[in-house]
């Protein structure tokens, strides 16, 4: 498999584009190796789901409906049925941090299951866009097994769908499908009889194949004991009463094991009887891949019990010399979830089914024959009532020799699809190729760099605020003109500036041949610092400042709602900058976008939280940590309580961690903010408990006592009493000139710093006498009316200063 071409296209399309991928092949092509394959070596966070829930289990992964929470009758389109689902917390975030989703035997799979899967997605990912960006991968061959629906579902849909299949769905006819068809047959080996299945499957079989195929016709065939013949019909009544009838044929004493079942795993997805009744000289068929280093059996295996014990069952296979020794074995039932530290998306097992690996084997239905190969079968397939039956059937055999028709085969029992036949023709007729690729992947880059630069979200956020101003006839005139000042600036100083720095990258990369060199990766650290300041000076300190002062709770929570909305696109928009300006890569911007996702938290009121009539534990603590929070989040130019949660701060004030692994314990703190922030927290605990005359268990002492850490604006401060200017200290410590200044504007308003230090005199003489004695609600309305020729770091300092004389 590894020098087959198809197979290595699939590969680099799924690893290293962003390109939605079909995935199609004839029987025993190597679909389902593909899939394990991709397992393990996959850096995307990838979820697997399947039709059905016996599906799902050989899969490896959950049922579509149980993943989306979709309902099971029709989706109507237009009809939202998925909004009437709640979605957890926990749930939106594995949702919103899937990079690939892989869609196993989506032959039946429903055009409107498809489109309520691009429902749920577009809902929590991003709503312009088909399966809300989300890379898929299709798996599946369509001449195989068809999606089940009554006539009354399809009534109901018929309006909406030309056809019940997947490709179909509106959502996915948005989508340029890279669609590869695998041709290489790893099943079987017999050329002729590879041709006439590939006759049945595209419904071409002529006089000469028809011919071929009733050959194996044999009137009255019974296979005698031990051969490992099995039978596929069509119906499960069939197969039932074919299995219960030769099982009482036989003398022996029954056996019944009974199944161990944990938590969840639901009766329709097991994969054996729960109650398995077995006896010596029973025909049984292993259900489940050895796990064994000698892979003794596989899945689809036939054999017969030669003894029965309560730990353990032999059973012969023919051809083989030994009996295999047969062992419980245990399917689990996963349910995926995102790990709030490595933001990986990983499997849970929620549920367990152990059970021998057998079933009874004398007969089985084709549906559940799909993805199994037989050594000997007996296919009764003269009755066949779904499309692609007869192909599935014929196709579980490994030889011809091998198989016998209980009945002849007649032409009319072979169905197939017209518009399944067209869509697989055209899969055929335009397979991907290596320019293609290339082209998939070079785009797949530059689209993550433009989506780093791409502002439109927030412009939306901005422009939610001004609606909601319009819809509750807010007149407060003052709200208004901060609004627009601050979308002025907005599409003056970062809307405009990132297209134009759009244009510029696209001429880079394609000098560059679409390699992000070291002179790119220059520009890309320069621009994402640019934006971080505009993000830190221009638009987050005036957030507040719109909020209107209003009695209408309706308003009230309209506007927390936009600015929630407002908050979160900045957020994301600032690690995804981070990203960017460090060292690009597409994986890193991908972990880097999903973390910020589920990192940020809203707070509305933010520190407002505290209970007034709840005594806080250690208050001078907790005002310790709070003024260490406000410096950090002033230097990294964000909120405050993106640092730290006023309840996280509570609740070290009460527990006193001394140790990173106390800390770590704290709700709110994990490993990444330990590892930023833990040193400075549990030093600051370790001082105030030696001031308190503390004595902290030694439970918490576990780890050394941490090198405490010089605040960060006491470090700006020592360098610039060493006579550093303010570029030198910007450079040396590789912070923005904004936050240097804003750290010595700091110590303006403390008296440390005379305003002449740092700024020219005249220069701030112009800004108090613009301000003059008015109260000073925005930076922004400031610097609008003095122009561009004032910076915010000296408006800053002027009302540090300003504020100091009213203290006074």
Known sequence: MEQNFQLELAREFVFYTNKSVFLTGKAGTGKTTFLTQLRRSLPKRMAVVAPTGVAAINAGGVTIHSLFQLPFGPNIPGSEASGTFRFGREKINLIKSIDLLVIDEVSMVRADLLDGIDSVLRRFKDRNRPFGGTQLLLIGDLQQLAPVIKDDEWNLLKPHYDSVFFFSSKALQQLDLVRIELTHIYRQTDQAFINVLNQVRDNQLDQGGLELLNSRFVPSFSPKRGEGYIILTTHNASAGKINTGHLEEISEESFFFDARVTDDFPAYSYPTDETLELKIGAQVMFVKNDSAKERRYFNGKIGEVVSIADDAILVKCPGDTMEIVVEKATWSNLRYQLNPETMEVEEKIVGTFTQFPLKLAWAITIHKSQGLTFERAVIDANLSF???????????????????????????????????????????????NAGQLQEAKAAYQKNTLFEAFDWHAVQ?????????????????????????????????????????????LNHLLAASGNAVDASIQERLGKAAGYFQEKMSTAIRPEIDSLKPESENKALQKAFL???????????????????????????????????????????????????????????????ALKSWRDEVAADHGVPAYMVIQVKTMTEIARSLPVSLKALEGIKGIGKSKVNRFGVEIVSIVRSYCTEKGISPSPQMLIDEPPAPKVPSRETTLSL???????????????????TVESHLSHYIASGDVQVEEVFSKERIALILEFVGEKPVNSLTEIKAGLGDDFTFSEIRAAVSLLKTRHAE
């Open 386 to 432: 779904a499309h692609g039956q007869v192909y599935v059937a014929l196709s579980r055999c490994k030889t011809l020799e091998g198989m016998v028709l209980s009945s002849p085969i007649e032409a009319h029992s072979i169905r197939s699809d017209r518009q399944v036949a067209s869509f697989s023709e055209e899969t055929t007729a335009n397979p991907p």
């Open 720 to 738: 610039f009493r060493e006579g550093k200017s303010i570029e030198e200290i910007a450079a040396g410590r590789s912070l923005a000139v904004s």
């Open 561 to 623: 709602k936009a600015q929630e909305e407002l908050e979160r696109n900045l957020f994301v928009k600032s690690a995804c900058l981070e990203a960017v300006g460090k060292d690009f890569s597409v994986a890193g911007f991908l972990k880097a976008r999903s973390r910020a996702e589920h990192d940020f938290v809203f707070q509305g009121e933010k520190d407002r939280d505290i209970d007034p009539q709840k005594p806080l534990s250690n208050s001078d603590l907790y005002k």
């Open 460 to 504: 939306r956020s901005l422009g939610q605020i001004g609606k909601i101003y319009r819809e509750f006839q807010v007149t407060d005139d003052s709200l208004k003109e901060r609004l627009k000042l601050l979308t002025d600036a907005f599409d003056r100083d970062i809307l405009m500036v990132a297209s134009r720095f759009r244009n510029q």
